[in-house]
T-cell receptor, first 113, second 113 residues
Framework: DAGVIQSPRHEVTEMGQEVTLRCKPI?????LFWYRQTMMRGLELLIY????????DSGMPEDRFSAKMPNASFSTLKIQPSEPRDSAVYFC???????????FGQGTRLTVV | DAKTTQPPSMDCAEGRAANLPCNHS???????VYWYRQIHSQGPQYIIH???NNETNEMASLIITEDRKSSTLILPHATLRDTAVYYC??????????????FGKGTKLSVKP
């Protein structure tokens, strides 16, 4: 298996633009997490899906952020409109139904100028 | 909020054992102790997990105290490539809202020649 695949790896966008980050979890994993990492705040959990259903989105910073998981093999994190303070590395992770081990993607480095 | 407390940083000489402590005094009976590490700019990587017994795998050993309020991750022969931030996490091993994977600030381990 290729592991958790995130795209793009790097994204530079202008303030006010819409940004969509993508994640393909490992086949057979039924839980998916989106994280944001910055130097100041560390690794923050944004949202957690189980069987494609959002279980906990309390970490989503504000209404500009939205996440979807239309099927078991794909998830998106959208920021609209983007702001410079959204600049961070965004990680996606997937985990098996037994919930033992989470596998992380390589992340998307987002820069909003 | 993270349910664990770790020292912010530690040093270790190359070839020596690295012992990384973690306090989790409020751990519940159904929560496991997980350890992940993050090497610069990469996604976090699973190391080991345990419930109450000591565990060992090819990467590390995990020692959990009898009262389960603390644990120690042991890297038996640290190498320069083990320089990373190490995260101790407590989590139930199944889905639902309790399955959130919450990262604290971790311990930055520096292995020195």
């Amino acid at each position: 298996d290729a592991g958790v695949i995130q795209s793009p790896r790097h994204e530079v966008t202008e303030m006010g633009q819409e940004v969509t980050l993508r994640c393909k979890p490992i086949s057979g994993h039924n839980s998916l997490f989106w994280y944001r990492q910055t130097m100041m705040r560390g690794l923050e959990l944004l949202i957690y899906f189980n069987n494609n259903v959002p279980i906990d989105d309390s970490g989503m910073p504000e209404d500009r952020f939205s996440a979807k998981m239309p099927n078991a093999s794909f998830s998106t994190l959208k920021i609209q409109p983007s702001e410079p303070r959204d600049s961070a590395v965004y990680f996606c992770a997937s985990i098996t139904g037994t919930g033992v081990v989470a596998f992380f993607g390589q992340g998307t480095r987002l820069t909003v100028v | 909020d993270a349910k664990t407390t770790q020292p912010p940083s530690m040093d270790c000489a190359e070839g020596r054992a690295a012992n990384l402590p973690c306090n989790h005094s409020t751990i519940s009976g159904n929560e496991y102790v997980y350890w992940y590490r993050q090497i610069h700019s990469q996604g976090p990587q699973y190391i080991i997990h345990g419930l109450k017994n000591n565990e060992t795998n090819e990467m590390a050993s995990l020692i959990i105290t009898e009262d389960r309020k603390s644990s120690t991750l042991i890297l038996p022969h640290a190498t320069l490539r083990d320089t990373a931030v190490y995260y101790c996490i407590v989590r139930v091993a199944y889905g639902g809202s309790q399955g959130n994977l919450i990262f604290g600030k971790g311990t930055k381990l520096s292995v020195k020649p």
